[in-house]
């Protein structure tokens, strides 16, 4: 055994025998595996999806705080219900209609981030060896979610329309008549996470048709969907269906993660035991974060934050793109309308993974498309997410990451792909 640390401990885990078989499935995310990489300052982080925070009004923040502390300090600093804030919930039914959804304010439960509400409902819902359909790729966070729910994973073909119906179905009743049981189809319809394409509304119809039909719950991730470009995408899924549909919104990408506030939005049966679970947790949401959001929404115009970071992340977006064309002729991207993502396609031969090393040093880092699938596919695929360097940034970042692949793109096509 070698000691690791001053005070004696080692690196040797005596509890090993003890831990839960579902532990076994516990891993180290890609993207936060990088973190300790992407803080040295002289690195253009290509990699994390964050938001760029230094464009809020911090005065507001501020002066968000100064009122609660003077107005609601009592309320704020003590344990809440595990539903969440009222006042807060209320303002939550106006941001959801935006998307069309229109709610009754005891069917929204907070949580801590919409990473918890997937959490929780996963947990509601998967016993080992049941099925999650996805799309092809998924968001990271929730693979790893449903890997530690020790269900199967199975990622359903898409396009630059979003998930395809037709393959939907096929895959479901393939799985079906194998005898599998799906309980859940999660999707980010809007911009997703990592690919950057938007669901097309006749897609949405069908798709919404399809799980009715078979019985399979749809979980619509909508982190991205105020953070259009130009046309607003199309209504939420939650909109068309109630029964249906379970709605995730947060507050990370239009405020601030480091809140940690979300929501789940479901129907009256499912939302009885989502608060239950959530009490189970947590016993309350975080009382001063929520209330901190809902002073926010009061005193501030969110609406035009939301508007100023449209605009910038669109100019992030376009600078990404024009790298790309310039720097990378040969990689295929995707053109997302909205949200944080590029999602890079690689000519055949070429590992992300294996290439992650030979970018850092070249002083950026990136995802490796790894980290999308629960399969072991995306080795050629790359996640860049431009929002959070600056816009200069985000081109440097772009060319210093062009001298790895093109190098390796130059050696894949004079010497040919490795068997």
Not at 53 to 72: G, N, P, Q, Y
Request: glycine content about 8%; some cysteine; aromatic content about 8%.
């Amino acid at each position: 055994m070698t000691k690791t640390r001053a005070d004696g401990v080692t690196n040797f885990d005596s509890w090993k025998h003890a831990y839960a078989a579902r532990a076994e499935n516990l891993s180290v995310s890609e993207v936060r595996a990088l973190f300790a990489v992407v803080s040295r300052p002289e690195v253009v982080s290509l990699a994390g999806g964050m938001p760029d925070v230094a464009a809020l009004d911090t005065e507001l923040i501020e002066k968000a705080f100064a009122s609660l502390m003077s107005s609601r300090k009592d309320l704020a600093l003590q344990y809440g219900g595990g539903q969440g804030d009222l006042r807060l919930r209320e303002q939550i039914q106006e941001i959801m209609a935006l998307e069309g959804i229109h709610s009754s304010v005891e069917d929204i439960t907070i949580t801590t981030g919409s990473q918890h509400g997937l959490e929780l409902v996963s947990d509601l819902f998967l016993d080992k060896g049941d099925v999650v359909l996805v799309e092809a790729p998924s968001y990271v966070g929730a693979v790893g979610i449903f890997r530690h729910k020790e269900a199967h994973i199975a990622h359903v073909y898409t396009d630059e329309h979003g998930i395809s119906p037709q393959a939907l179905a096929e895959t479901a009743d393939r799985l079906i008549a194998e005898g599998k049981r799906i309980k859940l189809l999660y999707l980010v319809p809007n911009f997703a996470n990592p690919s950057g394409v938007t669901l097309t509304a006749d897609r949405r119809l069908e798709v919404l048709e399809i799980c009715k039909q078979r019985g399979i719950l749809i979980i619509e991730d909508n982190p991205y969907g105020q953070l259009y470009f130009g046309d607003k995408p199309p209504n939420a899924m939650r909109s068309l269906d109630e029964q249906n549909v379970v709605y995730l919104g947060s507050f990370s990408k239009i405020l601030s993660p480091g809140l940690r506030v979300g929501y789940v939005l479901a129907p009256p049966a499912i939302r009885e035991k989502l608060v239950l679970a959530n009490e189970s947790a947590i016993l309350s949401p975080a009382s001063f974060a929520q209330m901190l959001v809902s002073e926010y929404l009061s005193i501030a115009d969110w609406q035009k934050q939301i508007a100023t970071f449209r605009d910038l992340y669109q100019t992030k977006r376009d600078a990404a793109l024009q790298a790309v064309e310039q720097f990378l002729p040969k990689v295929h991207t995707t053109r997302p309308d909205g949200g944080f993502f590029l999602w890079l396609t690689l000519p055949e031969g070429l590992n992300s993974k294996e290439m992650l090393p030979l970018a850092v040093t070249e002083l950026v880092a990136y995802t490796p498309g790894t980290a999308f699938f629960g399969d072991g596919r995306g080795a050629d695929n790359i996640r860049i997410c431009f929002s959070h360097p600056t816009a200069d940034n985000v081109r440097i970042g772009i060319e210093r990451l062009s001298r790895v692949l093109n190098q390796q793109i130059d050696l894949l096509e004079t010497f040919g792909k490795k068997d």
